[in-house]
């Protein structure tokens, strides 16, 4: 149980484009769900949490009109890069926790973004 | 801001129990201490969670101090697939957001 995909799991776009990434609970209901980047060699940085059906809270630093981020159902939420650029390229982490599991949060596999 | 320090690298012999401390000494009283490890290039797993008494699950124990300050995670019996990175995280209380630390590197060594 408690299983998070992400797709796509590697994407590589142009510079000033846009990439969307899908982060889906497979077998619960996730009332709430986090974004995180991994640079290389560096451990997880927070960027956002989302609860459903409101709008996503930003950790200080992160831009909100870069970074979309939409939680319309239990089960699914989006990141979208706008306006990719280069050193937009990290691997990017969703995690999501239950409506009935304790607080501990469950990752997906990540999806590595590389921007040209 | 994570709230957790843990040394960077640890080596552990492949049979042997794995002891990785964790020094969290700004807990507050409600805010549990969890672990994850992250194998290269994937998400992190879950392994197991505390607030004041030791626990034990399939994986590995936890062992929290009296006062709360630190905790240790003890894989019973290492083996080469428990190399990975592993985070001691405090789960912040509002919110319940998780903020990784820099994580200690364990390699288990044949």
């Known amino acids: 149980g408690a299983v998070v995909s992400q797709h796509p799991s590697r994407v590589i776009c142009k510079s000033g484009t846009s990439v969307k990434i899908e982060c889906r609970s497979l077998?619960?209901?996730?009332?709430?769900m986090f974004w995180y980047r991994q640079f290389p060699k560096q451990s997880l940085m927070l960027m956002a949490t989302?609860?459903?059906?409101?709008?996503?809270?930003?950790e200080q630093g992160v831009e909100k009109d870069k970074f979309l981020i939409n939680h319309a159902s239990l089960t699914l939420s989006t990141l979208t890069v706008t306006s990719a650029h280069p050193e937009d390229s990290s691997f990017y982490i969703c995690?999501?926790?239950?409506?009935?599991?304790?607080?501990?949060?469950?990752f997906g596999p990540g999806t590595r973004l590389t921007v040209t | 801001d994570a709230k957790t320090t843990q040394p960077p690298s640890m080596d552990c012999a492949e049979g042997r129990a794995a002891n990785l401390p964790c020094n969290h000494s700004?807990?507050?009283?409600?805010?549990?201490v969890y672990w994850y490890r992250q194998i290269h290039s994937q998400g992190p797993q879950y392994i197991i969670h505390?607030?004041?008494n030791n626990e034990t699950n399939e994986m590995a124990s936890l062992i929290i101090t009296e006062d709360r300050k630190s905790s240790t995670l003890i894989l019973p019996h290492a083996t080469l697939r428990d190399t990975a990175v592993y985070y001691c995280i405090v789960r912040v209380d509002t919110g319940n957001q998780f903020y990784f630390g820099t994580g200690t590197s364990l390699t288990v060594i044949p």
């Open positions: 505390g607030l004041k």
């Open positions: 989302s609860n459903e059906g409101s709008k996503a809270t930003y």
């Open positions: 077998d619960f209901q996730a009332t709430t």
């Open positions: 700004t807990i507050s009283g409600n805010e549990y």
């Open positions: 995690s999501a926790r239950g409506t009935v599991q304790g607080y501990e949060q469950y």
